[in-house]
Antibody, heavy 120, light 110 residues
């Protein structure tokens, strides 16, 4: 059974860079049938798509975050990562990694989520 | 960017039927179709339907979904306590090139 697990710091200072990793087990990240994404939930608000990566390294980012986001993949470790720079308190959220089906069919498997607080 | 529109809350009695709506436009719901997610706080979201009305394996048949034009609907019959959750719709917006989400509907089972 596919499992995704986010790892990273729970507390980051303003203006610094957030780095999160999603470790994938029970399935290969190199499967050409899926994309691998990051989604966040801001406090008291809904979900916001951050971006997606294919195992080849091709990425797609939310235009509202594109200037600050980098998603990368390490197929040898079966994991992928998110970097978000120039953090502010508005980036405080629960960050999820999730597997996305091709052809815009949606996200079928999610990690447990990682709460990230931006505060000095 | 513009998101999808969902009612903030719906309350129904046990064993009743709830219908949740999601309004988009011709670039998202009306184009690529809607995805429905169920979210119990403290747990990861769960995919309920994709491409409007396709149910992944393991999803209860008490749940059904449909789309008419730019509006998607999720119907839950015979409401149970475990159905109490937040429900999100989502769709790929082909003009904005972004996944858009609704604000979520909190379903309360009385």
């Amino acid at each position: 059974q596919l499992q995704l697990q986010e790892s990273g710091p729970g507390l980051v200072k303003p203006s610094e860079t957030l780095s999160l990793t999603c470790i994938v087990s029970g399935g290969s990240i190199s499967s050409g049938r899926y994309l691998w994404g990051w989604i966040r939930q801001l406090p008291g608000k809904g979900l916001e798509w951050i971006g997606t990566i294919y195992y080849s390294g091709t990425t797609s980012y939310n235009p509202s975050l594109r200037s600050r986001v980098t998603i990368s993949v390490d197929t040898s470790k079966n994991q992928y990562s998110l970097m978000l720079n120039s953090l502010t308190a508005a980036d405080t959220a629960v960050y999820y990694c999730a597997r996305e089906w091709l052809l815009y069919l949606g996200f079928d498997s999610w990690g447990q989520g990682s709460l990230v607080t931006v505060s000095s | 960017q513009a998101g999808l529109t969902q009612p903030p809350s719906v309350s129904k009695n046990l064993r009743q039927t709830a219908t949740l709506t999601c309004i988009g436009n011709s670039n998202n719901v009306g184009n690529q179709g809607a995805v429905w997610l169920q979210h119990h706080q403290g747990h990861p979201p769960k995919l309920l339907f994709y491409r409007n009305d396709n149910r992944p394996s393991g999803i209860s048949e008490r749940l059904s979904a449909s789309r008419s034009g730019n509006t998607a609907s999720l119907t839950i019959t015979g409401l149970q306590p475990e159905d109490e959750a937040d429900y999100y719709c989502s769709a790929w917006d082909s003009t904005l090139s972004v996944w858009v989400f609704g604000g979520g509907t909190k379903l309360t089972v009385l």
